[in-house]
C-alpha cells in the first residue's frame, strides 16, 4: 500500500522560508510522479508544483514558480517543497500526491492516486 507522509509545515512572517517534505513508501517501488497541492476552507485544492520521475521535469503554478522549488530524493524517498518570500496568501493545507501512471507532471488533482494527510502551514506576522 502506498503511503505518503508530509511534514515541515508551521507558522512563518511574511517574506519568510519554510521546507516541507514528502515521504513516500511503497512496497511495489513504482516510479511515481509527486505533486504539491494545497486548500483553504474557501478554495478547491489548487496545484502549486510536481516533479517526474527523474527529476528533470519540473512544473509550477505560476504565482509560486519564482519562490518555491520542487525537489526529490529517490534514494531517500522523499520529495521536498522550498517555499521563500511567503506571503499570506500561502496559507493553505499543503498535501503531496502521488501517482505511477502519470506521463509528465500534472497540474489536475484528480488525476493522482495517492495523497498523504497534508500539513498546515499560515503565513501571518
Known amino acids: 500500500q502506498v503511503q505518503l507522509v508530509a511534514s515541515g509545515g508551521g507558522v512563518v512572517q511574511p517574506g519568510g522560508s519554510l521546507t516541507l517534505s514528502c515521504a513516500l513508501s511503497?512496497?511495489?517501488?513504482?516510479?511515481?510522479?509527486v505533486g504539491w497541492f494545497r486548500q483553504t476552507p474557501e478554495k478547491e485544492r489548487d496545484f502549486v508544483a510536481a516533479?517526474?520521475?527523474?527529476?528533470?521535469?519540473?512544473s509550477y503554478r505560476e504565482s509560486v514558480k519564482d519562490r518555491f522549488t520542487i525537489n526529490r530524493d529517490n534514494s531517500k524517498n522523499t520529495v521536498e517543497l522550498q517555499m521563500t518570500s511567503l506571503t499570506p496568501e500561502d496559507t493553505a493545507r499543503y498535501y503531496c500526491?502521488?501517482?505511477?501512471?502519470?506521463?509528465?507532471?500534472?497540474?489536475?488533482?484528480?488525476?493522482?492516486?495517492?495523497w498523504g494527510q497534508g500539513t498546515r502551514v499560515t503565513v501571518s506576522s
Open positions: 516533479i517526474s520521475w527523474d527529476g528533470n521535469t519540473r
Open positions: 511503497d512496497p511495489t517501488r513504482g516510479r511515481y510522479i
Open positions: 500526491a502521488a501517482d505511477a501512471n502519470l506521463p509528465a507532471p500534472d497540474s489536475r488533482h484528480f488525476v493522482y492516486a495517492h
